[in-house]
């Protein structure tokens, strides 16, 4: 249940026996989903966020869970993850956040799914596949996106009008929320330039008679920052409810430090020794010999490497925990495995359990020290886990 389908298609000829897996707590999970609810207060809805396999956490696992806690809007990026996500829920609300692509309105209409928009060729698109089915006007809602300093989805105010042409009173469409996307959460002057902006097509809006049921701005990290609290105001002055749509937050990461939070790391990601191995002084490891052993040195294998998403530049560099201990990577990470030097551990058997994000003993490695380590952020950490490693829904 907790395998993605994609992941199923590939990987069907044979159970999982290979010692990878990816750990996803339920309880920390659902700690952070009330977490944000809480700091989000009774004004505003919070939209979970689990496109990308849910930022590699396994959607299926993660929607149940949230769905039960209370979730009752959901966040994808396109219309696959939307169906696949209609199977198992089947009356949640699911937001298509990347707009709608050529062929994909019928599947919009069929599922019941909530697309953001904010071109005329979705419009036109939706509107064709709504006439066919001769749905009744209004009975389609659609979440406009504005362009407020993102210059990536959205309409632009000078193309505001124009686009609305598409929603008269006949039309089978209906805009439910009017929505945007902030750019730099950790700078407050940036976000309020954004929001001036956003006020202004607000404004057009209500100046055409459209009455919106939501006001959707703000990911995880402007909910944790507060630097858009202003628009719950402007939602209550139209007669509307904030919506936040949180993503990383949900599994435990903030760009500002986690623990600043109080968020909880959701995922785990784990192997197992599978072989040991002593090599003497002046003896090389793994491609290209980048590792010459300095001393008698004791490799261990890990049946893990880049295919998986362990990111080859953490070779040399980066570390597992082994025993409660740091072991680090020796020589070039592999496709599919890569040695570690546990030549200063106690001890070390075939089978031991190696954490590459997780927490043994009293040591702790998070994904935003993988991406530290690699230049990168979190999120790509976590979306990077490769489809071949099982999420495991563990407490
Ligand atoms: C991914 C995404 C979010 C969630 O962002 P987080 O930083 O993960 O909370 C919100 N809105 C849109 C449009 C997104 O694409």
Redo the contacts with the bound molecule.
């Keep these: 249940m907790t395998t993605s389908s994609s992941e199923a298609a590939i990987y069907t000829y044979a159970p999982h026996t290979r010692p990878i897996w990816a750990e996803v707590s339920r309880r920390r999970l659902l700690h952070n989903y009330r977490l944000l609810e809480r700091l989000a207060g009774p004004d505003a809805d919070l ?1 979970a ?1 689990i ?1 990308a396999n849910a ?1 590699g956490h396994g959607f299926e696992g993660c929607a149940l869970a949230l769905a039960a806690a209370g979730a009752q809007w959901f ?1 994808v ?1 396109c219309v696959e993850e939307a169906v696949g996500l209609r199977a198992i829920l089947p009356s949640a609300r699911i937001l298509v ?2 707009g709608v692509y050529p062929g994909e309105a019928d599947a919009v209409l069929d599922h019941q799914l909530t697309p ?1 928009v904010w071109d005329a060729a979705h419009l036109e698109a939706l509107v064709e596949a709504a006439d066919r089915r001769r749905a009744e006007a209004g009975s389609v809602r659609v979440h406009l ?1 504005i362009d407020s300093g993102m210059s990536r ?1 959205g309409v632009h105010l000078k193309n505001l009008l124009l686009l609305l042409d598409h929603f008269d009173p006949g039309s089978p469409l209906r805009i439910e929320a009017a ?1 945007t ?1 902030f750019h730099s ?1 950790d700078d407050a002057a940036a976000t309020h330039e954004q929001i001036g902006q956003f006020t202004t097509c607000l404004k057009v809006l209500t100046q055409h008679g459209i009455r919106l049921k939501f006001v959707s701005a ?4 402007d ?1 944790l920052e507060g630097a858009s609290a202003d628009v719950n105001q402007l939602a209550t002055e139209m007669g509307a409810r904030r919506m936040y ?6 599994y435990g990461y903030a ?1 500002s430090g986690q623990e600043e939070h109080g968020l909880q790391p959701v995922l785990s990601w784990k192997t197992r020794v599978v072989s040991l191995r002593d090599i003497a002084e002046g003896v090389t490891a793994g491609y290209g010999a980048t590792f010459r052993a300095q001393r008698f040195t004791r490799l261990a294998l890990l049946p893990i490497g880049y295919a998986d998403g362990l990111n080859r530049l953490l070779s040399n560099r980066g570390s597992v925990l082994i025993r409660g201990h740091r072991a680090t990577i020796a020589g070039r990470i592999s496709m599919d495995q890569t040695m570690v030097d546990v030549t200063d551990l106690p001890r070390v058997d075939v089978g031991d359990e190696a954490v590459l994000i997780g927490t043994q003993a009293r040591e702790t490695i998070t994904a935003a020290d993988l991406a530290q380590c690699t230049g990168t952020i979190a ?1 790509e950490v976590l979306c990077n886990i490769g489809e071949r490693v099982p999420r495991v829904m563990a407490d």
Aim: aromatic share 8%; proline share 7%.
């Design positions: 939209l966020v496109k930022y966040g990026t956040m990347s953001v996106e989805q929505m996307h959460p703000g990911s995880s990290a909910l749509r949180t993503g990383i937050g949900l760009p999120y």
